[in-house]
């Protein structure tokens, strides 16, 4: 029996990139489709909110003279290129998709709605999307907070390279020690760098829970839907 019915997946755009420096490593890309593919089969509901930073990243681009919002926006621009990949790769292995984008880009994608992207669930569908919030100054994460609450997902489920959250970065601090479950208050207390502060806020106020994990393993995604504890819960 499954324990999420419908789910909001976050992925950064740099776990895309797998071995390589930049861009998208095409194993990586074919491993995360076949895992959200397998939960698909069991009924569950997939929305995914996809990052940027194996293209662009707009802080980094602050730091080489750009302008904040232009550079947001080449940012959000390049979680769309992800975006038409991991749905080109869905479409290949025969995986129905709907990609949404938050302003209107047509014919890359429709403007997100939420009437639509329930429709789409419903049908099958895996909703993909792609330009955050839309507005600069936010990030992905916030975007990620925002469309799991829009789409009244059971769960935010964040895929990392890290197998939870840890007292600190376990890649750097060998002595780190891993939580199994915290609450948001406790996170904020603790300043674990979860996500970004609007978004951690947001799963808080509207009771979603927010489950950090390693997506890398294969296998982790399904243990989570069929109820086996993997990762960092962390809920109110």
Same mark, same amino acid.
């Given at each position: 029996m499954i324990k999420y019915k419908r789910i909001l997946l976050k992925l950064s755009g740099e776990a895309l990139m797998g071995n390589r420096q930049s861009g998208i490593d095409e194993i990586r890309l074919m491993e995360y489709v076949e895992q959200i593919k397998e939960i698909c089969k069991l009924g569950v509901e997939v929305g995914i909110v996809i990052g940027g930073g194996n293209i662009f990243r707009g802080m980094q681009g602050i730091e080489k003279g750009f302008d904040r919002v232009k550079g947001d926006y080449m940012g959000m621009l390049a979680t769309v290129i992800n975006g038409l990949?991991?749905?080109?790769?869905?479409? +290949?292995? $025969?995986? @129905?998709?709907?990609?949404? !984008? *938050?302003?209107? /880009?047509?014919?890359?994608?429709?403007?997100?709605?939420?009437?639509?992207?329930?429709?789409?669930?419903?049908?099958?569908?895996?909703?993909?999307?792609?330009?955050?919030?839309?507005?600069?100054?936010?990030?992905?994460?916030?975007?990620?907070?925002?469309?799991?609450?829009?789409?009244?997902?059971?769960?935010?489920?964040?895929?990392?390279?890290?197998?939870?959250?840890?007292?600190?970065?376990?890649?750097?601090?060998?002595?780190?020690?891993?939580?199994?479950?915290?609450?948001?208050?406790?996170?904020? +207390?603790? $300043?674990? @760098?979860?996500?970004?502060? !609007? *978004?951690?806020? /947001?799963c808080k106020e509207n009771n979603l829970p927010l489950l950090v994990f390693d997506m890398n393993t294969k296998g982790n995604l399904i243990k989570i839907i069929l109820g086996e504890k993997i990762g960092t819960l962390v809920n109110n």
């Amino acid at each position: 029996m499954i324990k999420y019915k419908r789910i909001l997946l976050k992925l950064s755009g740099e776990a895309l990139m797998g071995n390589r420096q930049s861009g998208i490593d095409e194993i990586r890309l074919m491993e995360y489709v076949e895992q959200i593919k397998e939960i698909c089969k069991l009924g569950v509901e997939v929305g995914i909110v996809i990052g940027g930073g194996n293209i662009f990243r707009g802080m980094q681009g602050i730091e080489k003279g750009f302008d904040r919002v232009k550079g947001d926006y080449m940012g959000m621009l390049a979680t769309v290129i992800n975006g038409l990949a991991l749905q080109s790769a869905f479409e +290949s292995v $025969g995986q @129905k998709t709907r990609l949404f !984008t *938050a302003i209107k /880009m047509e014919p890359v994608g429709e403007r997100f709605n939420k009437q639509k992207c329930i429709a789409g669930f419903s049908q099958g569908e895996i909703a993909i999307f792609t330009f955050g919030t839309g507005n600069p100054f936010f990030t992905t994460d916030t975007a990620a907070s925002l469309r799991a609450v829009e789409t009244e997902a059971e769960v935010l489920l964040k895929g990392t390279r890290v197998d939870g959250i840890y007292t600190a970065d376990p890649e750097k601090d060998p002595a780190a020690k891993k939580f199994d479950e915290l609450s948001f208050d406790e996170a904020y +207390s603790k $300043g674990l @760098k979860i996500m970004d502060l !609007t *978004a951690v806020t /947001m799963c808080k106020e509207n009771n979603l829970p927010l489950l950090v994990f390693d997506m890398n393993t294969k296998g982790n995604l399904i243990k989570i839907i069929l109820g086996e504890k993997i990762g960092t819960l962390v809920n109110n």
